[in-house]
């Protein structure tokens, strides 16, 4: 899905009418017309090849746009609530809604807190700017800082995330903390690979690895987009629990990132590997998980985040 974002195109992937050069004059017919009638077998399958590619490849744009629409909406919120009540010097204001907030007088606590908040703004905001396909393919040298800042970024959220987990704690019990934990940790790993592989100049595993990075980074805006989404398709609170520790919780606390990364590794080998009713499988399962990702965003700015600002 990011893939088709950032319009990436390897061997395996390249579509039929990828392979065969375009006229560039519309009114004289291609050659895929004045070689192979449109009546073949050979050419039945390579339009529908073509139009299962495209399928996928529009899936993926939707899942993007919602992702840039939600992601927007999330880091208004938090730099109006968060912003709104440090400008005001307000810091208890935060704990209206974290559990492990603000402490009067605890200072290296305070300090990775208001970091970890200020580093959430920048990063979203970088992270969308580095999937727009136009600024990677006119500014590469913005989409190296970008990515560059982008990862190291998160590399510090991950690690104040660390120490405010295990020092102030966070909703949800033990789950959530191991959970929330394994996040961190995936990320600190797949931002290091990325960087890594960048380095060494294979592009194509440094972009696997930063896609991957993408969506681990994104796990604390999944996690609350996918409970809303379910709790909106449950109409309650299933499995929820008083104390937010319920079964849910207990397996979102994982799947809010291991659910996107699956995905995105499912989407990424059928991209590459599979044949045209795989995809257009895939371009349907991705749309329809995209309808429920658009209820969530639509859930968590009217249950969640409009209601603080
Ligand atoms: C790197 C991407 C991350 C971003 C963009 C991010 C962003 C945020 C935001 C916006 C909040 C406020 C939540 C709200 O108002 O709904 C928050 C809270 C928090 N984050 Fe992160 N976070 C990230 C990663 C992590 C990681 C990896 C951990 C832990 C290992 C972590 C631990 C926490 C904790 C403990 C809170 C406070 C929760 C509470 O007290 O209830 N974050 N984060």
């Not at 909406?73 to 400008?87: D, E, H, M, P």
């Not at 970890?116 to 700017?129: E, N, S």
């Not at 929820?240 to 079964?247: L, R, S, V, Y």
Request: charged letters at 15%; a positive charge.
């Amino acid at each position: 899905m990011v893939a088709a974002v950032i319009g990436r195109r390897r061997s395996g992937t390249l579509a039929c009418r990828e392979i065969i050069p375009r006229r560039k004059d519309p009114f004289v017919l291609g050659p895929e017309r004045s070689v192979l009638p449109m009546t073949t077998p050979s050419a039945i399958s390579r339009t529908s090849a073509d139009g299962a590619a495209s399928a996928l490849r529009l899936a993926g744009r939707f899942w993007y746009l919602t992702v840039v629409v939600g992601q927007l909406l999330f880091l208004i919120y938090v730099a109006a609530f968060y912003g709104g009540a440090a400008a005001g010097a307000n810091f208890e204001k935060w704990n209206e809604v974290l559990v492990g907030g603000y402490v009067a007088g605890g200072h290296v606590g305070n300090l990775a807190l208001a970091s970890h908040l200020l580093l959430a703004v920048v990063i979203t905001a970088g992270g969308l700017l580095q999937l727009i396909p136009w600024l990677r393919a006119r500014a590469l040298a913005f989409h190296r800082w970008n990515g560059r800042v982008y990862l190291g970024l998160a590399v510090l959220a991950a690690l104040t995330g660390l120490y405010m987990v295990w020092t102030r704690g966070t909703a949800g019990g033990l789950a959530m903390r191991a959970g929330i934990s394994v996040n961190g940790l995936l990320i600190l790993a797949c931002a290091a690979l990325a960087w890594i592989n960048a380095r060494r100049g294979r592009i194509d595993a440094h972009r696997r690895w930063a896609m991957r990075s993408f969506i681990l980074i994104s796990g604390v805006w999944f996690f609350r987009v996918g409970l809303m989404a379910w709790i909106l398709a449950h109409q309650g609170p299933v499995g929820i629990g008083d104390d937010f520790d319920g079964p849910f919780v207990r397996f979102w606390a994982y799947g809010c990132y291991l659910v996107p990364l699956g995905v995105l590794e499912i989407y990424l080998r059928v991209q590459s590997q599979a044949g045209a009713r795989t995809r257009l499988a895939a371009a349907l399962g991705l749309t329809l998980l995209t309808l429920f990702q658009a209820l969530g965003i639509f859930g968590a700015l009217v249950g969640m985040w409009l209601p603080r600002l």
